[in-house]
């Protein structure tokens, strides 16, 4: 056989006789076509035939991935709408302080100050915010009320606010050394301070109870807790509820009908308290009232505007009855929130008051004695209408021995004969004759005296 090898391995038979191994040559391989050529062969055309092509696994693997992730978004919607379920009807719930009892309601109303307790000053700050809104045929009357009181200073802050009518407010500042105030109406105001050696009583008692401000508002949860004794039928229920709004806090609530005051019709009124038993405010209305009543325990300080008042203001006070119409004459000291005055170059003056053509006045003093002179017997001497002269003794008694001017002192006149008829007796100081100013919530213009009015018959006559 061609190509059989010899038993000892050294010859090849060639088909015809047997020959040396090594002098056969293998046959060649045939040749083959280079793998790499191949592929460029098939690689070759035109850039427009090789445009878009990719492999299939490629696309497949791009729409997996979109079926993802939508799915994973529409997971988390469901989720997430899941977990707001569960918070604001399983969890919100049960986060909220329990509803009371009439007798709980009780118990923790006896627990807040009442107004004793904020004049004696003995807690932290107090300060109650009240904002009213009462609407009537279409026309609305806006009204807020800031109170502030602590152991040695107080604060009382008003405004009005009227369709068409503008804003007016006003602001006071009581502490044992000064009472400043600022009167605002619209983009105007005036500002003005005086200098008090102190007062009677204490700024919050002054605030408290010689203040147009509703003060009673601030503790209708005591009235409430009375009328309920007197009255055990009385509407009550407690629920949770946030306050002041829906965006509040969460908080029990419980509401009750009664009149405020005698004369008023009855009121829808609701009393919020936290989880820790705190008051936190009050809601009171009916079809045409809404009124917000907020509490705070924060520190105030005396506002910046009070640094640049006037102070070259005339006393807080008067003479109560002060015309002279008769030889003797006596009038007592009325201190605007009980402040006293240095006596210290004060001066009792007999003077008249002249009004210009726009009706301004001005006082012009004619006869003045120092009060010091004036407490052992000052002696002045007018002219009759015979150009004689006339004795006239002023005294100035200091009835509580106090050695300052204040409420309840009193000073007369005692002439020879009716020479002082139709003047005027007054205190004085280097800034002029003491007045007493208005500062409250003026009803200067004939809207504001509509809405006054309207006020009025709402909250003092109105019935359901």
């Keep these: 056989m061609v190509g059989e090898i010899s038993p000892d391995g050294n010859f090849v038979w060639n088909g015809t006789e047997w020959v040396p191994k090594e002098s056969v040559e293998p046959a060649p391989a045939p040749e083959t076509e280079d793998a790499s050529n191949v592929f460029e062969m098939a690689g070759l055309g035109s850039e427009q035939e090789n445009i878009g092509w990719e492999p299939v696994t490629e696309k497949d693997d791009e729409g997996g991935k979109g079926k993802i992730i939508a799915l994973s978004f529409v997971g988390l919607l469901i989720l997430s709408a899941l977990s707001w379920v569960m918070y604001a009807f399983v969890i919100d719930p049960m986060l909220f302080p329990d509803p009371y009892s009439k007798s709980k309601f009780v118990s923790v109303v006896d627990d807040q100050p009442t107004v004793d307790d904020v004049i004696a000053g003995e807690g932290d700050p107090w300060a109650c915010y009240v904002e009213m809104t009462i609407e009537e045929e279409g026309m609305t009357l806006r009204t807020n009320y800031d109170i502030y009181a602590s152991s040695d200073s107080a604060r009382t802050f008003s405004e009005l606010k009227v369709p068409f009518g503008g804003s007016y407010s006003t602001d006071v500042w009581i502490d044992n050394e000064q009472i400043a105030w600022k009167i605002s109406e619209d983009d105007s105001s005036n500002k003005s301070k005086v200098a008090i050696s102190g007062l009677d009583s204490s700024p919050s008692e002054e605030v408290l109870t010689n203040s147009s401000a509703p003060i009673d508002l601030c503790f209708i949860h005591h009235q409430i807790v009375e009328n309920m004794d007197a009255n055990p039928s009385q509407k009550f229920t407690s629920d949770k509820e946030r306050f002041p709004d829906e965006d509040g806090v969460r908080a029990v609530k419980v509401e009750t009908k009664m009149e405020i005051n005698e004369d008023d019709g009855a009121m829808d009124i609701a009393v919020y308290f936290d989880d820790e038993d705190n008051i936190l405010g009050t809601k009171i209305y009916n079809s045409s009232l809404d009124c917000l009543i907020t509490f705070s325990s924060d520190s105030f300080s005396k506002p910046s505007w009070v640094k640049s008042a006037d102070s070259n203001t005339p006393m807080l006070l008067d003479l109560g009855f002060s015309s002279i119409w008769s ?58 209408w015979n150009n004689e002269i006339v004795n006239c003794t002023i005294n100035f008694t200091d009835s509580d021995s106090d050695g300052e001017i204040s409420s309840g002192d009193v000073v007369s006149v005692d002439c020879e004969e ?14 002029g004759v003491a007045e007493k100013v208005s500062m409250e919530l003026s009803w200067t213009s004939p809207m504001f005296t509509i809405f006054a009015l309207l006020g009025a018959a709402l909250i003092i006559s109105r019935r359901e």
């Design 327 to 384: 030889t003797q004459h006596n009038s007592m000291v009325d201190s605007q929130y009980n402040a006293t005055y240095s006596m210290e170059g004060a001066k009792v003056v007999i003077y008249d008051e002249m009004y210009d053509d726009e009706g301004n006045s001005t006082k012009v003093i004619n006869f003045e004695v120092l009060i010091q002179d004036a407490m052992n017997g000052a002696l002045i001497q007018p002219t009759n």
């Design 418 to 431: 009716d020479v002082l008829n139709g003047h005027e007796l007054g205190i004085a100081n280097e800034n």
